[in-house]
């Protein structure tokens, strides 16, 4: 084989470098366009890309250059720069050196994109707690998108392909233009009404004007409220909506929305296939277990003698019974002992010794409540006296004529005729 005909990598970059660095035409380019990707370098250089509704290109502006302008570049201000077109070799695209750079005015909508954008995110619209889970298995799938255009075209036969059991309903809709945000905004919640497992809503690719309705509030509540979850596939992988922060999922593209919504029926087959042998393993395999245990059981020792267990239990059972008897003589033993000891008692014998003692003491208490007892006193010959109740303990507390003499037998009333202290 002669290799003198094939060139080195290296070989070709070289060339490409030299003819674009050759060409009169890209020189001196001015372009005008939308920074991205920008990022300020430690050694003062620019690295960022250009791009517009259509396009974008890598850029690079040398710390030189950089130092001369006026203002500080940022993430999606519009700018014109004039500058060479050529090759980096090391990666063998071509980019743009830019030596000149002027403010073009930061685009109002990227203002107003930015701004609802950390109003909303401020707001919680964008947490991932009120993120719903995409069904795995989806029997009907809702599209919000317009009736023509390749969004729908692709979406459907994506679904047709890969899931064709899945049913479709399209809710037609505006996707671009004044009236497009409220008309996309009122068929998502029309899609509420419908049994549906997941809600695509979409369109293709376009300038950040034609993309816009997908940028407004109204719409961007609307998915928020939804009850179903819902796919944003807005533009191409390149375009940021406030539907995609909002949405339970974003897809780059609305083909990509469809791979996301429902499987692919060719390894769903594989995958039940797969499960279908797994179970079938794990079924002769419980089988088997189950067979070498009861074959296990039925060559044990007890099964095939079966009256050992019986006889074990048996004795078991006259052991406990021994004891028990062995318990109850015992038991029967030790209150017999008690009984005859009781029985020859010395008390028992001779009660009468028990009481006398007690007797004697009891005439004693007797004797000295008798001394204590008032009555023993009035039959010694003394008498109470009373008035209205209460003994009268000296003359003067005689109040009245008519007393009470109380004596050991009964009462005397008696009147009082003449009082004489002493």
């Known amino acids: 084989m002669n290799q003198d005909k094939y060139l080195t990598v290296s070989a070709v970059t070289k060339y490409l470098k030299f003819k674009f660095d050759t060409d009169e035409h890209l020189r001196t380019v001015f372009l005008k366009g939308e920074i991205s990707n920008f ?71 990227y203002i107003a994109f930015e701004k609802l ?44 392909r890969r899931f064709p059991i899945c049913e479709t309903i399209l809710f037609p809709a505006l996707v671009q233009g004044e009236n497009a945000a409220s008309d996309i905004a009122n068929k998502i919640d029309m899609a509420a009404n419908y049994e549906i497992d997941t809600l695509i809503v979409g369109r293709g690719g376009g300038s950040i004007e034609d993309l816009w309705p997908f940028n407004e509030e109204i719409v961007a509540r609307a998915i928020y409220h939804s009850k179903v979850p819902v796919i944003s596939a807005v533009g191409h992988e390149i375009d940021y909506t406030i539907s995609d922060f909002v949405s339970d999922l974003r897809a780059p593209t609305p083909t990509g929305a469809a791979e996301i919504a429902v499987p692919n029926m060719i390894d ?86 028990i ?13 000295k409540l008798e001394l204590l007892n008032p009555l023993g006193i009035l039959k010694r010959g003394y008498t109470l006296t009373y008035q209205n109740n209460h003994i009268i303990k000296s003359i003067s507390d005689i109040k009245e004529d008519s007393i009470e003499i109380r004596l050991y037998d009964g009462t005397v009333k008696a009147k009082v005729v003449e009082k004489e202290k002493k």
Do not use: C, W
Request: no cysteine.
């Open 355 to 367: 009481f006398e003692p007690k007797a004697i003491i009891l005439k004693q208490i007797i004797e």
């Open 268 to 353: 769903l087959v594989k995958h039940i296939e797969q499960l279908k042998i797994r179970l079938k393993e794990s079924i002769l395999k419980k089988v088997n277990y189950n067979k070498l245990y009861l074959d296990s059981l039925k060559n044990s020792y007890v099964i095939k003698t079966p009256m050992i267990m019986y006889e074990n239990k048996k004795q078991k059972l006259d052991l406990i019974e021994t004891k028990i008897n062995t318990l109850i003589i015992h038991k029967l033993e030790t209150s017999k002992q008690l009984f005859e000891h009781l029985k020859k008692n010395h008390i028992l014998k001779n009660p009468q010794e």
């Open 39 to 109: 990022k300020a370098h430690t050694t003062g250089h620019f690295y960022f890309s250009l791009k517009d509704e259509g396009s974008k290109i890598n850029a690079i502006m040398f710390s030189t250059n950089a130092k001369k302008i006026n203002f500080s570049p940022s993430e999606g201000m519009k700018v014109l720069v004039v500058g060479r077109i050529s090759v980096y070799e090391a990666t063998g695209g071509y980019q743009i050196y830019v030596e000149k750079m002027e403010q073009d005015g930061l685009g109002n909508l």
């Open 117 to 160: 954008k950390q109003d909303l995110a401020k707001e919680g619209l964008f947490d991932a707690a009120h993120k719903k889970t995409i069904p795995k298995i989806p029997m009907r799938i809702g599209i919000v998108t317009a009736p023509t255009g390749a969004a729908i075209k692709d979406i459907l036969s994506t679904i047709k």
